[in-house]
């Protein structure tokens, strides 16, 4: 295997290669939400609604690889791991709470209550923006998982 995916096996934590699924997923979520509503679209908002779904997927695969890399983040990244971890946490739970919502309501969802999870939508945009900008910061300010370093320090 080390042969075949080098960066795999010498990667300090796997939580990179699983990120970048639920942020893409979640914010095409939001943009096809956003026709739904203004266009009364059942078939955006159906699509909207599987990209949330397979967001919500990723994410749980992305929170787990996140949590066990975050012990691996020295005290001096701390304060910026933990704006991070809180912000996508919040983001997660988020989005796995409308997740629950649109299963549940399936194909009853009235154009009030498709506003409700553009709202919803919205606000995991903003927070995976946010959160996922504090990962950013954390790879190119501290250099954490960056050719083997764990961090050194601000620059």
Do not use: N
């Amino acid at each position: 295997m080390q042969s075949l995916l080098p960066g795999w096996a010498s990667a300090m934590s796997h939580h990179p290669a699983f990120v970048h699924f639920p942020i893409v997923l979640w914010l095409t979520a939001l943009l096809y939400e956003i026709f739904a509503v203004a266009r009364r679209s059942d078939p955006a908002h159906r699509t909207a609604v599987w990209l949330l779904w397979l967001g919500t997927l990723g994410g749980t695969l992305a929170v787990y690889t996140g949590l066990s890399a975050g012990k691996l983040v020295p005290v001096s990244a701390g304060p910026v791991l933990e704006a991070h971890e809180q912000l996508m946490l919040a983001s997660y739970f988020l989005a796995l709470g409308l997740s629950v919502f649109a299963l549940l309501a399936g194909r009853r969802l009235t154009h009030g209550l498709k506003v409700v999870v553009l709202v919803g939508l919205l606000i995991l945009g903003v927070l995976v923006t946010l959160g996922a900008d504090r990962g950013a910061e954390m790879v190119f300010r501290y250099g954490l998982g960056v050719a083997g370093k764990t961090a050194p320090g601000p620059k």
